[in-house]
């Protein structure tokens, strides 16, 4: 005898694919509308409980150290992800059972998570809005197409997204880098103010404390930050955004939205007759049965390579290529910041004795705004586009010190004012970077994967060796000695912005989705999230992609009202 | 909220766990700590055979000694060494071996004994010729790291990461046996007082 209802025996008004940043905003606004919503997951649930951020790495079998691990061997691509350790590598995906292809000499690492929040577990919370710099870039340089909407479009959803996630950070009206709502700042510490001024003063280039996604006072029910500093294994205050604990917990609440978690999206199905998605049919993870789950409305939350893979998956009747595909662009224009350059030195006029292990740390750091290509006067010969810095200035423990005894362990106490920043550059989208479906490759559940097919280019390296020398010549400028410079290009999926695959656009000849993201094919299928970026900017993409999520949302139930779909 | 609202919120609640079992979580029980168990009185290394244990434990007390604090013989390195060594690719854990023969090698041809039996003088001796970066080269031919210093400075990349991730080492960076917590305050001097010089 079954004393609940089956969730798959109903006809919900909205399927919503993938439980992370967008996919909770989904679930929270369309629920919270009055519509029946259920929200599928790939991965299990997740619980407090599970939260490591106190646990001291002694504690530890192998203290996370080098290679030593059994779970490392299933996880050789996620490994190369700062936050996957041995405290939490269980929300990260076994690479055995979730492979994909690349072709010889074009690596891409791909870092995923498959748990309710995905990557909003670990992300790195960073929060930046783009600016007409980036939504009319084509019309400024010629290279590539405008976004559909443009930042004034997008403004009052970024005004939305931020108050209710609690954005840490300081206002500097700089054009290249609009400001938000923001709660009170962060502190710097010394040699950030000091970099802060210098580079001010020299280059008239906006250093400012990073923007982030970490509350520094209560904000709607949740704590203020008690820094800790390792917010990537989770938050027993809930101080960073994360949305298992925020919009996932809206949503549930409201009794409209039910979440299946371990439910693997396959593809979505279709309703010849009408053109129009009747439902997604997914793998039960835990007893790898082939279920359906109906819905009015389709919505694609899952990550852009993932909701592509879905769609490039469901091919049926017109659809011989894959959902929303007759424009043959679907998979086309994957990117992802290109990152590998910065330099570091040390700041040996401050203080040098390092904060005690047990004293506050901020999980955050300092930000240099694009400087490149941001007016006419601001124009480079060799590229186009710009980048931005991530970076920090601190006394550290100096376990690097030379020698042996007890000079040794003096010195590892002395420790070193350091100052370092990495870049993460614009990815152009080029439409022979893409993403396809294998012919002969399935994960473990047999869904067929995604072979990917991605490098940065000439701009990209240009943009790298560019940011490799400013980043010195602003050291230099802050007086910073023993500088050391990188000028390398990571590998395409190390910055873990992916963006693209599904692009958004006015002509469905050239787009997929409308700006609103549904498809221009289906009209009841939408691709939320990273998908439909046209260009990627420079910032951390994620306060967009919620931004983008909500107004998508408020347009979906507008519709849905007025019963247009 | 009705009560066929309450029931159904409540009956849809369970169905969520009764179709989607909240399995597989890695939940770490309270006061779980794996370094407990190198401190049990029975300890045999899983790896290294006796003699490769005695110099690794005289290497990494030389070169983090007790001072005002403990050093590295009392944090147990060589116990944890051991066992993340013997977790390591073969090609981590020939380099380590090497390294620690290369070690009672050089003791042998110096003083004629393995390190392990050396006096507190004779180690320090020692380690002095390989601990300071030193190069090799000969005419035509790049500049080669001394093979001494190389096999120094991999053995102390261990043994200080270790040492620094054990509770001593903790201690020593100043953990009160709580997590880091408070308000991060930042610069808090006036412009221009935050300059040292």
């Given at each position: 005898m079954m004393f609940f209802e089956d969730p798959l025996t109903r006809t919900y008004d909205a399927i919503v694919v993938g439980s992370g940043a967008t996919g909770g905003w989904a679930a929270k606004q369309l629920a919270e509308a009055g519509l029946e919503v259920a929200l599928l997951e790939a991965g299990r649930n997740v619980s407090p409980?599970?939260?490591?951020?106190?646990?001291?790495?002694?504690?530890?079998?192998?203290?996370?150290?080098?290679?030593?691990?059994?779970w490392r061997k299933r996880r050789s691509v996620q490994?190369?992800?700062?936050?996957?350790?041995?405290?939490?590598?269980?929300?990260?995906?076994?690479d055995v059972d979730n492979p994909y292809s690349t072709p010889a000499g074009k690596p891409f690492t791909w870092q995923r998570m498959r748990i309710v929040g995905g990557r909003t577990l670990c992300w790195g919370r960073q929060s930046y809005r783009l600016s007409d710099l980036d939504f009319k870039a084509a019309s400024l340089d010629g290279y590539g197409k405008d976004w559909p909407i443009s930042y004034k479009d997008l403004a009052p959803y970024y005004d939305r997204v931020e108050d209710y996630v609690g954005i840490s950070g300081a206002a500097e009206n700089d054009d290249a880098l609009p400001d938000g709502h923001f709660l009170p700042p962060m502190k710097m510490t010394c040699g950030e103010i000091h970099f802060r001024e210098a580079v001010a003063k020299q280059f008239g280039r906006t250093v400012t404390i990073g923007r982030t996604a970490i509350l520094t006072e209560t904000h709607n029910g949740r704590s203020a930050c008690?820094?800790?500093?390792?917010c990537e294994r989770g938050c027993i205050s809930f101080s960073y955004f994360s949305s298992p604990f925020t919009t996932v917990k809206d949503a549930l609440n409201t009794g409209r939205c039910v979440l299946l978690t371990n439910a693997i999206a396959a593809q979505i199905e279709m309703d010849p007759a009408t053109n129009l998605a009747k439902g997604v049919t997914f793998v039960d993870?835990?007893?790898?049965q082939t279920k359906t789950i109906r819905g009015k409305a389709v919505i694609l939350c899952a990550q852009a390579m993932e909701s592509t893979r879905i769609l490039l998956n469901s091919t049926s009747g017109s659809h011989v290529a894959g959902l929303g595909n007759s424009s043959g662009?679907?998979?086309?224009g994957l990117m992802d910041h290109v990152t590998g350059a910065g330099a570091s030195g040390e700041l040996?006029?401050?203080?040098?004795?390092p904060d005690a292990y047990s004293a506050p740390h901020r999980a955050n750091g300092i930000y240099i705004v694009r400087y490149r290509n941001t007016s006419k006067a601001t124009r480079?010969?060799?590229?186009i586009r710009g980048y931005g810095f991530q970076g920090g200035a601190d006394a550290e423990?100096?376990?690097?010190?030379?020698?042996?005894?007890a000079a040794y362990k003096r010195a590892v106490q002395a420790g070193k004012y350091r100052i370092g920043m990495g870049a993460f550059g614009e990815s152009l989208a080029r439409d022979d970077n893409f993403v396809s479906i294998d012919p002969t490759l399935k994960d473990a559940w047999g869904i067929p994967a995604l072979h990917i097919s991605m490098t940065h280019g000439d701009n990209e390296k240009a943009l790298m060796d560019d940011a490799a020398a400013t980043a010195a010549e602003m050291l230099e400028a802050a007086g910073a000695t023993n500088i050391k410079i990188g000028a390398t290009v990571a590998e395409?999926?190390?910055?873990?912005?992916e963006l693209g695959t599904a692009r958004m656009g006015n002509d469905p000849k050239t787009s997929v989705t409308d700006s609103y993201c549904q498809l221009h094919d289906v009209?009841?299928?939408?691709?939320?999230?990273?998908?439909?970026?046209?260009s990627s900017g420079c910032q951390n993409p994620t306060l967009t992609m919620m931004a983008i999520t909500v107004r998508a949302c408020d347009r979906l139930i507008d519709r849905l009202k007025r019963q247009e779909i | 909220m009705n009560r066929r609202e309450l029931l159904r919120k409540s009956l849809l609640a369970m169905g969520v766990v009764a179709v989607?079992?909240?399995?597989g979580a890695r939940i770490f029980s309270?006061?779980?700590?794996?370094?407990?168990?190198?401190?049990?009185?029975d300890w045999t290394p899983v790896f290294l055979n006796a003699q490769q244990s005695e110099t690794l434990t005289a290497l990494s007390d030389a070169i983090i000694?007790?001072?005002d604090t403990p050093g590295a013989k009392a944090a147990l390195v060589n116990r944890f060494l051991d066992l993340v060594i013997a977790a390591e690719s073969e090609k981590v854990q020939k380099e380590f071996l090497d390294s620690l023969v290369w070690f009672d090698a050089a003791a042998t041809e110096h003083y004629k004994t393995t390190f392990d039996k050396l006096t507190d003088e004779e180690k320090t001796n020692l380690l002095n010729l390989v601990a300071w970066p030193r190069f090799q080269s000969s005419w035509g031919q790049p500049e080669a790291p001394f093979t001494g210093y190389q096999h120094f400075s991999r053995l102390k990349a261990w043994i200080s990461g270790a040492y620094y991730s054990s509770p001593i080492g903790l201690k020593e960076q100043g953990?009160?046996?709580?997590?880091a917590r408070g308000t991060f305050t930042g610069c808090e001097h006036q412009p221009g007082e935050h300059k040292a010089t």
């Open positions: 409980r599970e939260f490591t951020e106190h646990k001291p790495v002694f504690q530890l079998k192998y203290r996370d150290m080098a290679g030593a691990g059994e490994v190369q992800c700062y936050a996957c350790t041995e405290y939490n590598y269980d929300w990260f995906v076994d008690h820094y800790c500093g390792t993870g835990t007893t790898r662009l679907l998979g086309r040996p006029q401050f203080k040098v004795a480079q010969p060799n590229f423990f100096d376990f690097e010190a030379e020698g042996f005894g395409p999926g190390m910055a873990i912005h009209r009841n299928v939408f691709a939320m999230d990273g998908a439909c970026f046209v | 989607n079992p909240h399995a309270a006061g779980e700590d794996a370094s407990l168990e190198l401190e049990r009185a000694p007790a001072t953990w009160d046996g709580w997590a």
